[in-house]
C-alpha cells in the first residue's frame, strides 16, 4: 500500500505548460488578503475550475459566457495572483 503524499493547503490548479503546479492559497487561510485581489467573478470561476474541477465549457454554460472567455477570466485571475504573491514575497 502506498503512502498518501501531504499535500500544501490550498487549492492547486492543472500543470502549467511548464510543468509545474500553482498552489493557491486557501481563501479560508490566512491568505485572504492575497485572494482580495479578485474580483468575485475571478474567485467564482477559480472555484468552478479548480476546486469543483468543471471544464471551462461547463463554467461557460453555468454563467452564461463563452468558454473562451472563462478561460480568459481565469488565466487574468491567476496572474494578478501570481503577481500578489510575488509582490508580497518581496516585502517579506
Do not use: C, F, N, Y
Amino acid at each position: 500500500m502506498v503512502a498518501a503524499a501531504v499535500r500544501p493547503t490550498g487549492m492547486r490548479t492543472p500543470k502549467t505548460p511548464h510543468g509545474g503546479r500553482l498552489v493557491i492559497p486557501d481563501p479560508r487561510g490566512d491568505a485572504t488578503g492575497q485572494m482580495a485581489v479578485l474580483t468575485p467573478l475571478q474567485l467564482h470561476i477559480l472555484h468552478l475550475r479548480v476546486v469543483d474541477g468543471h471544464t471551462a465549457e461547463q463554467v461557460a454554460i453555468k454563467l452564461d459566457m463563452s468558454p473562451s472567455a472563462v478561460r480568459m477570466t481565469q488565466h487574468r485571475a491567476l496572474q494578478r495572483l501570481r503577481e500578489q504573491l510575488r509582490a508580497a514575497g518581496e516585502t517579506t
